[in-house]
């Protein structure tokens, strides 16, 4: 149900982001297209997001002086990573607009809190998590039913882009497992029969007003989002419609402001399950960018200044690759070099993004590239031919 409109904050009042990575980049990026100032707060003094800032406040995240100032600067704050500290998000929330909330970030932060949401949304988004168990002790370890295994072990906070999990098949590899993170909390899900995962992008405005964009078919590789596909083709228009009701009632449900990133699962019988959020834009959403009317990053600009929601049509076919520094690198080589953009930006349609990133390093997220096309086909032709040219195999 809407609320009473606040009114907006109009540019050229500046918006203030937690964090100097690439999402902050592209959100400073879209922030200024609008018309507004970018302040960020990163103890990085040359991060991504800082390059592009017209403010950037160097101090740590808990940092009293540093969130002072931001709140000074600033009409509005944002996050552009999930583990920025919730504490200093309610303390920033006391003095000035904060989307998401601190207590919408703290759920996502916790696999138990976020699991333990998502049980209890389950009436109104009509999706379940996968079966799980919080493992803090041995004891819980051998108490673990028969049906749970096989099953992955993750860590209840800090994991992402694959770390903090460990596939287990048997108690012994949990016990295992679970010395070799450190005897921390962990959750362990049973592992289901997959068949592929999508991601939906939501954003919702301070007014309850929401929006849901095109649903998007993900691609990993070693934890890490590898390709994204919008539309995806293995998605029906009924799986569509089922994640992007589920979406729409979670995102009611959390009373959240920004852009939400919800990751579910399709199983092999056509049955959906809930997966985790990211209370940010995403690396599943950079599509937007190049393929729809509204960006993800124009939407969170949106939503925190209190302005209305964009349009989420997405005009045309679009897939998209993360480029990782190993593609900076030939086989068996210590020499990083540029790879050959000329020949990957001869290709049509394609949308390239660098992070502005100093050092290439193999795993380390140092960019993007969209391809959009008049069909599906023609822009999954052109991402064949642009790993041809980057030694990416497929």
């Not at 016990?175 to 909390?185: D, L, N, P, R």
């Amino acid at each position: 149900m809407s609320t009473t409109r606040q009114p907006p904050f109009l540019p050229p009042t500046t918006l203030g982001v937690m964090g100097g990575g690439q999402l902050g980049r592209m959100f400073a990026h879209a922030a200024q297209a609008m018309g507004y100032k970018v302040a960020v707060l990163d103890p990085a003094t040359d991060s991504p997001a800082g390059q592009a800032a017209n403010q950037l406040i160097a101090a740590g995240y808990t940092d009293d002086t540093g969130l002072a100032a931001l709140a000074a600067e600033c009409v509005a704050v944002t996050t552009e990573f999930e583990n920025v500290p919730a504490n200093s998000l309610a303390l920033l929330g006391d003095r000035v607009f904060v989307a998401p909330s601190a207590s919408c970030v703290s759920i996502a932060q916790d696999r138990v809190l976020e699991k333990r949401f998502f049980v209890d949304c389950a009436q109104h988004s009509g999706v379940m998590p996968a079966p799980h168990q919080v493992i803090a002790s041995a004891a819980d370890i051998d108490a673990i039913p028969d049906e749970l295994l096989p099953g992955i072990l993750k860590t209840v906070r800090m994991g992402y882009d694959g770390k903090g999990q460990v596939r287990v098949a048997s108690r012994a590899d949990v016990h295992a497992a679970f010395a070799a993170m450190g005897g921390v909390i962990c959750l362990l899900e049973k592992m289901l029969p997959l068949a592929y995962e999508v991601s939906v992008l939501t954003a919702r405005g301070h007014d309850g007003e929401s929006v849901v964009y095109p649903i998007a078919e993900n691609v990993h590789r070693d934890g890490i989002l590898f390709t994204t596909t919008v539309p995806g083709p293995n998605v029906s228009a009924a799986c569509a419609a089922r994640a992007q009701d589920a979406a729409r009632a979670i995102v009611a449900q959390l009373g959240y402001v920004g852009v939400l990133c919800i990751e579910f699962f399709v199983l092999e019988d056509g049955s959906l399950v809930v997966n985790e959020m990211a209370p940010r834009p995403h690396n599943s959403g950079h599509y937007t960018i190049d393929a729809c009317v509204s960006s993800q990053f124009a939407q969170q600009v949106r939503a925190m200044a209190r302005l209305p929601l964009g349009d989420v049509r997405q005009h045309s076919p679009a897939v998209m690759l993360n480029i990782l520094g190993d593609v900076w690198f030939e086989d068996g080589s210590d020499t990083a070099r540029e790879p050959a953009w000329e020949q990957v930006l001869a290709l049509p349609g394609a949308c390239l993004h660098l992070y502005g990133k100093e050092e290439a390093r193999r795993g380390r997220k140092m960019g993007h590239i969209t391809f959009v096309a008049p069909t599906l086909a023609q822009a999954q032709e052109q991402l064949r031919e642009a790993c041809a040219i980057l030694g990416i195999a497929l």
